[in-house]
């Protein structure tokens, strides 16, 4: 099984703030990358597939990258309706399992 | 608009079974495939078990593989996931998610439920 590993788990930012999530696999996923944003109470949502695409709706601020093994999430500029949980997930092998999160905090 | 409700989520005893539901709405059912996912209390996502569109295919998570099936009937835009031998340690809230198409290989869950809650206990 592939291994997703986000760093941080916790994260303090203010608004404005230019942030940047990391989620490594342990091997290449080539670019079969996502990543959801869960608020409490929520259900997930779709912010980034195949490691860079935008998902209709999503605002422009969010931005991915990364191929291989090594990913990132950023959000140029934190917005107040961004604290969440992020998490990445790859569905390159059968067992599509996600990373453990990242919890966006208010600083 | 896509709509995913998930049903059946229950308190259950240790070693008894339940079977869960996602009507599906909004969408053409059989051109897609789903996948279940859950998430524990304060945790984080698990992904449990997906099929493809005509269930040709399937595969589950190594930790319910031989307890949970499972299935869909594209007549009735429904999925469903048929869970034996319960443990305390499937306590969470279940999603049922949509894929972007008949695979989930190499694509995304573009579309969620809100999710129905299995407890585990005695």
């Known amino acids: 099984d592939i291994q997703m590993t986000q760093s941080p788990s916790s994260l303090s930012a203010s608004v404005g703030d230019r942030v940047t999530i990391t989620c490594r696999a342990s091997?290449?996923?080539?670019?079969?990358l996502n990543w959801y944003q869960q608020k409490p109470g929520r259900a997930p949502k779709l912010l980034i597939y195949?490691?860079?695409s935008l998902q209709s709706g999503v605002p422009s601020r969010f931005g991915g990258s990364g191929s291989g093994t090594d990913f990132t999430l950023t959000i140029s500029s934190l917005q107040p309706e961004d604290f969440a949980t992020y998490f990445c997930q790859q569905t390159y092998i059968s067992t599509y399992n996600f990373g453990q999160g990242t919890k966006l905090e208010s600083k | 608009e896509v709509q995913l409700v998930e049903s059946g989520g229950d308190l259950v005893q240790p070693g008894r079974s339940l079977r869960l539901s996602c009507a599906a709405s909004g969408f053409t059912f059989d051109d897609y495939a789903m996948h279940w996912v859950r998430q524990a209390p304060g945790k984080g996502l698990e992904w449990v078990s997906g099929?493809?569109?005509?269930?040709?295919?399937?595969a589950y998570a190594d930790s319910v593989k031989g307890r949970f099936t499972i299935s869909r009937d594209n007549a009735k835009n429904s999925l469903y996931l048929q869970m034996n031998s319960l443990r305390a340690e499937d306590t969470a809230l279940y999603y049922c998610a949509k894929c972007s198409t008949i695979t989930c290989y190499k694509q995304y869950f573009d579309y969620w439920g809100q999710g129905t809650l299995v407890t585990v206990s005695s």
């Open positions: 091997q290449s996923i080539s670019n079969y």
């Open positions: 195949a490691a860079s």
């Open positions: 099929i493809n569109w005509n269930s040709g295919s399937t």
